[in-house]
């Protein structure tokens, strides 16, 4: 196919090697999504938003500026009385790149003609928000990339029931990639591949966010809610206060088991196993860096000759959570955006592309 034949977004200001992408939440994910793609010189952000605020530069903003502007008043969805938010120019809008807003997000889909990819780092806190985004991006006609890092394997369903409107659109749209579900899936399916049945796949992580814990607070309020006694709409409306009593509770470290991870179904979306073959579970530690346990990935499987066995991928405790979830986000991002350059559209997730570097 000649570059001339591939359908592309606006690519008057871009060459096929460029991106310009936004990002849509600025919290502990967003931020580090911006940060990290510093280290990547073919990817331009070029909007960035958070509940109060809008951040547009089509000549690329400032990351630095962003983000000093932004340390320690982030915008996020740390209760009613968040304490990292401050003043009427809470999170982004704090930045002399923003302007305050009531609608951030049309404001970035007012702007997507002119832009490549979007990294939606939102929260998940009712499980159709994110859905309910893309809609608003089919409504405007965008035609690009859509990446989300969400946790929830019932979200991925409704994606998926909206696969011929992305379609249509020319949206490629890849669910899940982050770390888990993400890239730690797109392991899992690259292990299965000793094996002609895979009777088991494990997923146990470790994360150690003493100092990242202030940043990371929409991330650990989400992960209380998959405590059995929890559940979406309770973590919601609880304050700073009772969240930070569950973590006293047990003494800042809690253990997860059976988490409802979407990496059981992008695994059966992708051919691996069963979604019920999948467990996740994992020990988040507020009050050391150190990882509390390593992060591994275990596939059990038969292979074609009778052996049974398992394969093993293990992340260094020396890599962090959010180099986790936010370089695999944007090499998914990357890879995504060479498909819809090629055509390809509608819903994928992280077993079925490799990310991009
Ligand atoms: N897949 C993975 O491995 C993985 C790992 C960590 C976090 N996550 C997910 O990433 C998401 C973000 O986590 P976080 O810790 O950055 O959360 P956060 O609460 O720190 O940040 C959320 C951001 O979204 C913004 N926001 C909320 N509602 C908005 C709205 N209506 N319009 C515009 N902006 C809005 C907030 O202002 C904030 O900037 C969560 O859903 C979390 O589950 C996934």
Known sequence: MNDADKPTTDTTTTTMDEIRFAVLGTGGIGRRTLDVSKQKPELTPVAACDRHGVAIDHD????????????????????????????????????SQAVSTETPIDDVIAESDAIDAVLIALPNFEHDFIPRVADRFVEADYSGVLVDVLKRSRVIGMLEDRTDAFESAGITFVCGAGATPGFLTGAAALAAQSFVTVEEVEIWWGVGLKSGYEDNRGTVREDIAHLPEYDIETVREMSDEEIEAVIDEHDGVLEFHDMEHADDVLLERAGICDAEDVTVGGILDVTSDEKPTTTTVRVTGTTFDGERGTNTFELDDATSMEANVNGPALGYLKSAVRRNR????????PAELLPGF
């Not at 500026?65 to 932004?70: H, R």
């Not at 968040?82 to 930045?95: F, L, Y």
């Open 342 to 349: 090629g055509g390809e559209y509608g819903v994928f997730g």
């Open 60 to 95: 690329g903003l400032d990351v630095d500026e962003l983000l000093s502007a932004t340390e320690g008043n982030i915008a996020s969805d740390g209760g009613t009385t968040a304490v990292k938010e401050s003043g009427e120019n809470k999170g982004v809008a704090a930045s």
